[in-house]
């Protein structure tokens, strides 16, 4: 059973370490954008670690419900927690990148950025500050954080979005590479999510 449940968890971070370099390497080797370069490999990047974010935001919300409904003693909320927040800091890392070196610096004041900026803050603020409470406070500091985080989110239909580089770029090669980096780096987050869990379940049969 132990040997069993170790195959996976390794299986499950082997694919994922796969996939990720698939991703990077998927980015990195896309072909120049007229309007941002050689640096379109970083929104391929941002796209895909954003996405990743919001998955495991809502993972937390509905493990969270699940865990308090049917087995209290489960921590897979809490582990898709520090997912989302280990994601939306990469994301936003990428983001000041492409930023600054796309548009020639970061503008702080930039509603996009300044959304990405106060998420991080609330998921940061709640991570830390659910460590003092036990497993059960903690799960609702998770869930609140993630649920206020995805409707702050929902704020940015009514921002002004520059042009979309691949979604309205005529090179069919940027466009397939983006979907194959973007779905690598989002199906490795979750793969990775999925090792922890047989490994956490290995040490728990132990």
Same mark, same amino acid.
């Given at each position: /059973?132990?040997? /069993?449940?170790? /195959?996976? =968890? ?8 796969l ?19 050689? #640096?379109? *490999? ?12 919001l998955?495991?935001?809502?993972l ?11 087995n209290?003693?489960?921590? +897979?909320?809490?582990?898709?927690? =520090?997912?989302? +927040? ?15 070196? @796309?548009? =020639? @610096? ?7 950025m ?5 998420v +991080?803050?609330i998921?940061?603020?709640?991570y830390?500050? =659910?460590? /003092?409470? $036990?497993?059960? +406070? ?14 702050? *989110? ?15 770029? $005529? ?13 690598? #780096? ?16 290995e040490?728990?049969?132990?």
């Amino acid at each position: /059973m132990i040997k /069993m449940t170790a /195959m996976k =968890g390794s299986a499950f971070f082997k694919t994922s370490i796969l996939l990720l370099i698939i991703g990077l390497a998927s980015a990195f080797f896309a072909p120049s954008e007229a309007t941002l370069g050689k #640096i379109l *490999w970083l929104v391929y990047l941002h796209i895909g670690f954003f996405i990743s974010a919001l998955i495991f935001l809502l993972l937390t919300i509905v493990l969270n419900i699940y865990e308090f409904a049917f087995n209290k003693s489960k921590t +897979l909320s809490l582990k898709a927690f =520090g997912f989302a +927040l280990i994601c939306w800091t990469i994301y936003f890392l990428l983001s000041a990148a492409v930023a600054y070196f @796309g548009w =020639g @610096g970061i503008y702080w004041q930039e509603p996009r950025m300044k959304i990405a900026v106060t998420v +991080l803050f609330i998921l940061t603020l709640s991570y830390l500050s =659910g460590l /003092m409470f $036990d497993i059960h +406070l903690r799960k609702l500091i998770y869930g609140g954080a993630s649920l206020i985080s995805i409707f702050i *989110w929902l704020q940015r239909y009514s921002i002004f979005h520059p042009k979309a580089p691949i979604r309205n770029s $005529d090179s069919t090669t940027i466009k397939v590479l983006a979907v194959v980096s973007i779905a690598s #780096i989002v199906i490795s987050t979750i793969l990775l999510y999925i090792s922890v869990y047989f490994r956490d379940r290995e040490e728990t049969v132990r």
